[in-house]
């Protein structure tokens, strides 16, 4: 890494905002967020339901598009990719595990991690090994041959965080990725998130429990679409405090 890109943010959004839908059923998720998260950075999002977490990961994201502001993943900005542009900024930079997985039922395990590598070039040997060595690192390897159907809410879970994972991609952006995990487990899956911000990436988490927010950096707490809070990470006693006044914890 240069100096400049130890410098740069992986991830910047400058006065972001997103609003559904028009007139009087219009909703308005973000109200012009600032946010940016350097390499090494782990940030976790907290805030009550509909306060705009998952609208903000999947702008970050290049899922959706703002309706005003600006999106900058690695120093581009979102806005001014093509289509094709844009997906490829997706597969090569940011790693995305969706609340609800999003597995592709008709793949294996590693055949879903293995598909975005393979489709950007890397040959099928590869993305298998790499498949296999991001299972290894979650501890699910026995689940490479298995389809979603054939494993548990938390095995599927444990499988899309080792798809967002693979390939080495700067940014990491994770909906509730331990909401379905018994706390060891989860606590193993914020670790190998840690280890990978501490290794140069940086990650953007949404989370409802203080506990698992200790893990990052810094959290940022969101309500009716703003950033309304903001701590230092890794003091539980603070994460409950802010969390409670921000009607963000369960
Ligand atoms: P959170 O993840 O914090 O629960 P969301 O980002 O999902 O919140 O939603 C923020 C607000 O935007 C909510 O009021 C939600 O109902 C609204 N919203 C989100 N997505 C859409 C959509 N596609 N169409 C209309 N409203 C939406
Ligand atoms: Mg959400």
Known sequence: MSQTDLAR????L???????GHGPSEVHALRGVDLAVHPGEFVAVMGPSGSGKSTLLTLAGGLDRPSGGEVLVEGVELGGL????????RRRSVGYVFQDYNLIPALTAAENIALPRELDGTSGRTARREALAALTELGIAELADRFPEEMS?????????ARALVGDRRLVLADEPTGA??????????????????????????THEPRHAVWADRVVFLRDGRIVDESIGRDAETLLLLSSRNGAGR
């Open 9 to 12: 943010p992986v991830l910047q």
């Open 181 to 206: 995990l018994d706390s060891a487990t989860g606590e193993a899956v914020l670790a190998v998130l840690r280890a990978r911000c501490d290794a140069g990436a940086a990650a953007m988490m949404v």
């Open 153 to 161: 809410g938390g095995q599927q879970q444990r499988v899309a965080i």
């Open 14 to 20: 400058r006065n972001v905002t997103r609003v559904h």
């Open 82 to 89: 093509s289509r094709t542009g844009l997906a490829a900024v």
